[in-house]
């Protein structure tokens, strides 16, 4: 089966291992265009993510699925100058954030709709670079009115064009059902969807029962084991819910960004030590899946968890 990567369209059976939620770059366009060196540099922030993912696909992966929405800094031609440096697989979104902002509070959904259709249809920001997933997302405000007509906009999408829809998504609100009830009520059914984000949290009834509803869960939050919940935690959840029988069902990744400009000066992640960090692109596999094969996992398991799973996920299985 093929689907759409930045470069042209890839065969699911040559995806590989996969991270399923990576940025290279989170960075406000507005301040980019108004503070430009001071803020970001092109081509250094190319260099730092092709370096970091450099070392990414020494380990073995092959895929990286790039989740930047429009409205977080999403640059295409970034992303495709990263996929022909490094020789890897990059899937690009389509889709926005959930911050509560003018620029789409005051257009109708018919509007909406057709941006996103429009990137689908015509390719990203004048490429011929088409999306392989729509993104979405609800914050700990739940489903506002404003996210309410955007993610209807972005299910319809979806529907229309058969591709899948990653949801970032607060495990803390127990927000999974109403956001896979509104993309049902477009035509989606819960198995195109990754409710993002799930590994933050190691309440098992309510991953449980989203598992249950049909959907994908994202463990993809190793990049930032500091904050919601720790290392070990996260770990634990992964290992209890593929003893329960749900490993087909978990997607790993970091969510992590080469820059990060919600709080990361450029100043000092220009001059930083970025090919040496601790948590970077190659986190899972140095330090996350020995501790899962302590608890149990087989290497098939672990496999599946990197390989099978983001496959049968784009193709749909």
Request: aromatic content about 8%.
């Amino acid at each position: 089966m093929m689907i759409q990567g930045v470069l042209g369209p890839i065969d699911t059976a040559e995806l590989g291992q996969t991270l399923m939620h990576e940025h290279i770059t989170c960075a406000d366009w507005s301040m980019r265009m108004n503070f430009g060196a001071r803020f970001f540099e092109f081509d250094q922030v190319a260099e730092i993510a092709a370096g970091q993912l450099g070392k990414a696909k020494a380990l073995g992966v092959r895929t990286v699925v790039d989740g930047t929405p429009v409205n977080l800094g999403r640059d295409i031609r970034l992303i495709r100058e990263v996929a022909r440096r490094t020789g890897l697989n990059f899937i690009a979104s389509t889709g926005f954030y959930y911050q509560e902002e003018p620029w789409l509070y005051f257009r109708d959904e018919e509007e909406i709709y057709d941006l996103l259709m429009g990137d689908c249809a015509d390719g990203i920001s004048g490429t011929d670079s088409k999306p392989g997933i729509l993104k979405a997302g609800v914050g700990r405000g739940g489903l506002t009115p404003l996210l309410q007509k955007v993610l209807h906009a972005t299910g319809r999408v979806a529907k229309e064009t058969g591709l899948p829809l990653f949801c970032h998504h607060d495990p803390s609100t127990a927000a999974g059902g109403a956001i896979l009830d509104l993309l049902a009520s477009c035509g989606v059914p819960a198995s195109r969807v990754i409710l993002g984000h799930s590994g933050d949290t190691d309440n098992l009834e309510y991953l449980t029962a989203m598992l249950e509803r049909g959907c994908w869960l994202g463990m993809d939050r190793f990049g930032f084991c500091d904050r919601d919940l720790g290392l070990e935690p996260r770990v634990d959840t992964i290992a209890a819910l593929c003893r329960a029988g749900w490993g087909h069902r978990l997607l790993l990744s970091h969510d992590l960004a080469a820059y990060l400009a919600f709080w990361d000066s450029w100043e000092t992640t220009k001059h930083s030590d970025w090919l040496h960090l601790e948590e970077d692109y190659t986190f899972i596999h140095r330090r996350v899946l020995p501790l899962l094969e302590e608890r149990g996992l087989s290497r098939a398991d672990i496999d599946r968890l990197l390989t099978g799973n983001p496959r049968a996920f784009f193709e749909g299985v």
